[in-house]
């Protein structure tokens, strides 16, 4: 059951508008002190209606910045970005209408008001009244589960709630785009949870386009279908979240042997796999042998097989290595820096 | 849109008061204690020295314009560094309506707050001095307004100067006295005085208010320098503060503080 409003322009299944949001070629150059940061080199990507992405990358990226350009609350140095259409550099009221977001580093909202109040005022300079909204804010105080904080005063509660007052004011704008710059930075395990969960919740729900940017990456992998990482002020992968998961999981292959009950010695096992496998590690447990292999193209597999077989080895196991999010990003970011370096 | 936005604002304005009542008691109560001294302490002096009139009501109408002034830039001129001190800044400039007119909205609300506060003030002072204005509202309104809109632009240009450098409150302190300065240098040494922010203005409430005179009344020259001065600074005051504004966007620190 959504509460919004058949008008709120932000409900299409599969992508109607593929370039709902569209960065062209974006370039920011902070002067600092006579020091100069290239912190977005160049910059592309689009994003459909409906879709939510995260955005990824190291210290130091240039998410922030692209967010905020995006925003129009840093002036780029050249590019194009459009919001639906609506070009942000010459357009920027008309294109802010479509936008909301939680920003990195800053409290967002009033501490000295309370849950509620901060909803409608926030709610309000984007156009949205009391009278128009209050199904959709206590709907949303519902989902986020704010609603015995409903009339506290956001400098009483603590960092998790105060960070969901921050979500809710910027969905209560019901934009059809909404930004979300590490929503989950200082929640514990417990917080961060529940608001992923209502995040998945609400966008199920409402399909609006949401832009995630955190360094925690079950955040990423938990919401979002599509990945963008950034690493020195450019895109370096544009993907879904599974493509990515299955080009790193494809490759790493963990086979245990039980030590005893091979048709051959374990020298032979050895010998034979770190020939055929250059790459592969052994190690050697109480009751087990286990094998690392990297593949290095899908036809692999075949090979490993039979080789197994050659030796008659015991095979107790065969699994894929585990690949999450994490590891991902971790090898992009260390081969980007060996291109790079 | 732009309804639902100053209604908002206006409701948060009255809600954020409502929880500094302490801060806007404890000013109020400043400025009149800075007018006792003022009034009594010319009084002991003689005020004659100064462009300030030769009469006490000359010395009053001219405090009573400098509380418009100050209530009609302080706002705008401090709303910048406590909003980003609060870590809202960057969340009004998200507002498709523009931080500049959410900061008037706010700026007029706590004016229309403020300017109750004086009247009832006035009337105290008033009361205590024993000196009484003539307060024809057709002629002094219109003045009002104009000294008034020549503080906005004070107010935006401030605002402007906050965005670019951040702690720039001390300064604004000076301002508040530095105004007064305006009013104080006569006009038959240095002619240019007149063309000064709210100089003009001051001149014309006085001869309004304290010498009885009705708006038709008033020098038609002197009220076009007036008109001319007002558009003037209100222009550049915005000006100036979408100047700041653009710097803070392309260096990209306008949240910070
Ligand atoms: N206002 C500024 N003035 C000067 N340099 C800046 C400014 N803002 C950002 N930078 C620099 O630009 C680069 C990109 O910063 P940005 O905040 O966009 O990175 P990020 O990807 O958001 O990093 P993080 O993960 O730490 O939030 C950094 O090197 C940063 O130091
Ligand atoms: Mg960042």
Not at chain 1, 79 to 104: F, H, Q, Y
Not at chain 1, 197 to 203: P, S, V
Not at chain 1, 289 to 297: P, T
Not at chain 2, 49 to 73: H, P, Q, R
Request: contains cysteine; charged residues 20%.
């Amino acid at each position: 059951m959504s509460v919004l409003s058949k008008d709120m322009p932000c409900a299409s299944r599969d992508f109607l508008e593929p370039n709902f949001l569209a960065v062209k070629h974006l370039r920011k150059t902070f002067l600092d002190k006579k020091r100069k940061v290239e912190a977005i080199k160049d910059i592309s990507f689009s994003v459909g209606k409906g879709e939510m992405v995260g955005l990824l990358g190291p210290n130091g990226a240039g998410k922030t910045t692209t967010i905020k350009c995006i925003l129009g609350l840093v002036k780029p140095d050249s590019g194009d970005i459009t919001v639906s259409g609506i070009d942000c550099r010459r357009n920027p009221r008309e294109a802010s209408k479509n936008m909301a977001a939680v920003l990195e580093g800053a409290r967002n909202v009033y501490w000295r008001l309370t849950v509620w109040e901060n909803i409608i005022f926030f709610a309000g300079i984007h156009g949205v009244s009391v009278v128009k909204g209050k199904e959709y804010f206590e709907y949303l105080l519902e989902e986020l589960k704010l609603k015995d904080k409903r009339d506290t005063e956001v400098r009483n509660l603590s960092s998790g709630y105060k960070q969901k007052t921050a979500v809710a004011c910027a969905l209560a704008k019901m934009t059809p785009l909404v930004f979300l710059d590490e929503p989950t930075l200082g929640l514990d395990v417990e917080s961060s949870y529940e608001l992923r969960e209502a995040l998945k919740r609400l966008q199920s729900e409402e399909k609006r386009t949401i832009i995630v940017s955190s360094h925690d990456m079950r955040v990423i992998q938990d919401v979002c279908s599509r990945v963008i990482i950034v690493s020195g002020g450019k895109v370096v992968v544009d993907a879904g979240v599974e493509e990515l998961l299955s080009l790193f999981r494809t490759r790493s292959y963990r086979i245990v042997l039980s030590r005893n009950g091979n048709g051959t010695s374990l020298e032979e096992i050895r010998r034979k796999m770190t020939q055929v496998f250059p790459q592969a590690g052994m190690t050697e447990t109480r009751d087990t042998v286990e094998i690392k292999v990297d593949l290095k193209n899908a036809f692999e597999i075949y090979e490993l097989v039979d080789t197994l077989r050659d030796l008659r080895a015991a095979i107790e196991t065969i699994s894929q290595e585990e690949v999450d999010l994490e590891r991902a990003f971790l090898e992009i970011v260390r081969r980007e820096n060996e291109i790079c370096g | 849109m732009w309804l639902v936005a100053l209604k908002s604002s206006w409701r948060q304005s009255f809600q954020l008061m409502t929880r500094y009542m302490f801060n806007m008691v404890s000013g109020l109560v400043t400025m009149y204690i800075i007018f006792l001294m003022l009034f009594f302490g010319v009084k002991a002096v003689g005020g004659s020295a100064l462009n300030l009139g030769d009469t006490l009501e000359g010395l009053f109408t001219g405090y009573v314009v400098w509380m418009i002034v100050i209530i009609g830039y302080q706002d705008l001129a401090y709303g910048v560094t406590n909003e980003a001190q609060t870590g809202t800044l960057e969340q009004l400039y998200l507002s498709p309506v523009g931080y500049r007119w959410l900061a008037f909205f706010t700026q007029l609300f706590n004016s229309l707050i403020y300017l109750t506060e004086i009247t009832v003030m006035v009337v105290i002072m008033m009361l205590t001095t024993g000196k009484w204005l003539h307060l024809d509202l057709v002629s002094v309104f219109p003045l009002f307004a104009a000294v008034y809109a020549q503080a906005l632009g004070l107010g935006f240009a401030l605002a402007g100067l906050a965005l670019v450098y951040k702690r720039i409150q001390a300064f604004f302190q000076i301002v508040t006295f530095g105004v007064i300065g305006f009013f104080f240098i006569p006009w038959d040494r240095f002619p240019w005085a007149k063309y000064l922010p709210f100089a003009m203005g001051r001149y014309l409430l006085e001869k309004v208010m304290a010498g009885g005179l009705r708006l038709w009344q008033l020098d038609g020259s002197d009220i076009l320098v007036l008109l001319i001065s007002t558009g003037m600074y209100l222009g550049l005051g915005i000006l100036a503060f979408s100047a700041g504004e653009s710097r803070a966007k392309a260096k990209g620190f306008l949240g910070q503080y």
